[in-house]
């Protein structure tokens, strides 16, 4: 069974970093591009980073490059996301989702994981 | 690219017929996933491609468009139907979403 589990959330100050991670189980997780989302409170969903399966390759929106970095390691299967110079418009549940198809990435994502709230306040 | 859905909400009743837009600016081809997501629950992938089903999801939804235009389409709306649905590009980053629509029963 394909499961995604989310951890690092939590309240921090405008300015301040975090990094969430996401443990994968159940797939072969060097197969799979891996895609990080966000929903702001009562809001739609917004793609935040994309990383292929060997972590050669990642892609964020403008508004978030420079801030925002992805990452995986794949002998633990684990994904990342290192979040610095936070602000009140990054707080949002983070999910973490599986590509659909191995070894692609311009597909749709098939598994997303329970998320991690993330809340920028002073 | 721009996604834009419409409408943002609607209310139908059971049985009815249900029509969501989507349009993409620039064209994306065919690369438009449809995706659920009920109240305090994770979003899930109905439609891909346009226009494929995944498996397991009730033959009653349906996705169809090319390009620019695109929509989901419900044939005989159910109670457990109640969510919000989004559409989005996967045809190139930035992978935008929907705003959204928000399906109701009267």
């Known amino acids: 069974e394909v499961q995604l589990v989310e951890s690092g959330g939590s309240v921090v100050h405008p300015g301040g970093s975090l990094r969430l991670s996401c443990a994968a189980s159940g797939f072969n997780f060097y197969d799979y591009t891996m895609f990080w989302f966000r929903q702001p409170p009562g809001k739609g969903l917004q793609w935040v980073a994309v990383i292929t399966w060997d972590g050669g390759s990642s892609f964020y929106p403008d508004s978030l490059k420079g801030r925002f970095t992805v990452s995986r390691d794949n002998s633990r299967n684990s994904l990342y996301l290192q979040m610095n110079g936070l602000i009140s418009d990054d707080t949002a549940f983070y999910y973490c989702a599986r590509a659909a198809v191995s070894k692609q990435w311009l597909v749709p994502t098939d598994y997303w994981g329970q998320g991690s709230r993330v809340t920028v306040s002073s | 690219i721009q996604m834009t859905q419409s409408p943002s909400s609607l209310s139908a009743f059971v049985g009815d017929r249900v029509t969501i837009t989507c349009r993409a600016s620039?064209?994306?081809?065919?690369?438009l996933a449809w995706y659920q997501q009920k109240s305090g629950k994770l979003p899930k992938l109905l439609i891909y491609g346009a226009s494929t089903l995944r498996s397991g999801v009730p033959s009653r939804f349906s996705g169809s468009g090319s390009g620019t235009d695109f929509s989901l389409t419900i044939s005989s709306l159910q109670p457990e139907d109640v969510a919000t649905y989004f559409c989005q590009n996967y045809n190139s980053a930035p992978f935008t979403f929907g705003q959204g629509t928000r399906l109701e029963i009267k």
């Open positions: 620039p064209g994306i081809s065919n690369h």
